[in-house]
């Protein structure tokens, strides 16, 4: 791997996958915590209208996506909090609509000949320069708020009725989690594609939940987990000339197996109590 990072598109993309580990370290672990797991891929999936929307209009991809991605991740927060028994359907459904929606708008917009699995498995060994201070932009802002909210997503994430009685805004700060969850997918996705964010935002935090004593503990652990899946998957598909997005979501995959053998194994590993 050392030899590859020689070239500069190879220097890019290492940096690329582990900003994204690192903002999908933050995100995925109030992901995995307040169980909107099914949110995330739903918002994930509809991004595709929103991608469907910048071709069809000539809009830069930010705009129509980052629009279309904040006003789903709305709908369906309204709903998981007005009608959870009812929450997994909806969104099943805004998911579906909005991934067609955007196939059907590529396909109409003349001159044009996407191709959609670019936005499934990304292009990494293509990021630009540009795009890396996006991204680390990107997790400054995320990194920042969630420093600040903190204690509120502390306890919203762990018993929300407690939350509510401390005067935390849960309705508002849920809304606020959901759109920075928007934001992280739309950005991330711009560069790895929406399989890989959808496992790192996953895979991480769901090993690391079982191993951490505190939010913040899980965070820097699923982060620093989602960079060594970087890593190896990146090396993998240069020593082996292997598709990269897939070949760091096969290493992800691995090691969510390893882990489930480990816990049968060990199950005195788990931990299940945690604070801030």
Same mark, same amino acid.
């Given at each position: 791997?050392?030899?590859?990072?020689?070239?500069?598109?190879?220097?890019?993309?290492?940096?690329?996958?582990?900003?994204?580990?690192?903002?999908?370290?933050?995100?995925?672990?109030?992901?995995?915590? /307040?169980?909107?797991?099914?949110?995330?891929?739903?918002?994930?999936?509809?991004?595709?209208?929103?991608?469907?929307?910048? !071709?069809?209009?000539?809009?830069?991809?930010?705009?129509?996506?980052?629009?279309?991605?904040?006003?789903?991740?709305?709908?369906?927060?309204?709903?998981?909090?007005?009608?959870?028994?009812?929450?997994?359907?909806?969104?099943?459904?805004?998911?579906?609509?909005?991934?067609?929606?955007?196939?059907?708008?590529?396909?109409?917009?003349?001159?044009? /000949?996407?191709?959609?699995?670019?936005?499934?498995?990304?292009?990494?060994?293509?990021?630009?320069?540009?795009?890396? !201070?996006?991204?680390?932009?990107?997790?400054?802002?995320?990194?920042?708020?969630?420093?600040?909210?903190?204690?509120?997503?502390?306890?919203?994430?762990?018993?929300?009725?407690?939350?509510?009685?401390?005067?935390?805004?849960?309705?508002?700060?849920?809304?606020?989690?959901?759109?920075?969850?928007?934001?992280?997918?739309?950005?991330?996705?711009?560069?790895?594609?929406?399989?890989?964010?959808?496992?790192?935002?996953?895979?991480?935090? !769901?090993?690391?939940?079982?191993?951490?004593?505190?939010?913040?503990?899980?965070?820097?652990?699923?982060?620093?987990?989602?960079?060594?899946?970087?890593?190896?998957?990146?090396?993998?598909?240069?020593?082996?000339?292997?598709?990269?997005?897939?070949?760091?979501?096969?290493?992800?995959?691995?090691?969510?197996?390893?882990?489930?053998?480990?816990?049968?194994?060990?199950?005195?590993?788990?931990?299940?109590?945690?604070?801030?």
């Amino acid at each position: 791997m050392i030899e590859a990072l020689q070239f500069e598109f190879m220097r890019n993309a290492l940096m690329a996958g582990l900003l994204a580990s690192l903002i999908c370290g933050i995100m995925g672990t109030l992901v995995v915590v /307040n169980r909107i797991v099914f949110l995330s891929g739903g918002i994930a999936h509809a991004a595709y209208g929103g991608i469907g929307l910048s !071709f069809y209009f000539g809009w830069p991809y930010l705009v129509g996506t980052l629009g279309f991605s904040l006003a789903a991740g709305m709908g369906m927060a309204a709903v998981t909090l007005k009608a959870k028994h009812r929450a997994d359907t909806v969104i099943g459904v805004i998911w579906a609509i909005g991934m067609a929606f955007g196939i059907i708008l590529i396909d109409l917009t003349p001159g044009y /000949n996407v191709d959609l699995m670019s936005y499934l498995f990304g292009s990494i060994l293509t990021v630009p320069g540009t795009d890396l !201070f996006i991204m680390l932009a990107m997790g400054v802002l995320i990194a920042a708020l969630t420093i600040y909210y903190f204690q509120d997503l502390l306890a919203m994430s762990y018993d929300e009725e407690f939350a509510q009685i401390r005067g935390v805004p849960v309705k508002g700060l849920y809304f606020t989690m959901t759109a920075m969850l928007a934001v992280t997918i739309v950005m991330v996705i711009q560069v790895v594609g929406l399989i890989l964010v959808i496992a790192l935002l996953t895979i991480p935090p !769901f090993i690391m939940e079982k191993h951490s004593k505190s939010l913040v503990q899980m965070m820097v652990g699923s982060s620093l987990l989602g960079a060594v899946f970087t890593f190896i998957g990146l090396w993998l598909a240069y020593r082996y000339d292997l598709t990269s997005g897939a070949s760091i979501i096969l290493v992800a995959g691995i090691g969510f197996l390893v882990s489930l053998v480990v816990d049968r194994v060990h199950p005195k590993m788990k931990n299940p109590h945690r604070s801030g």
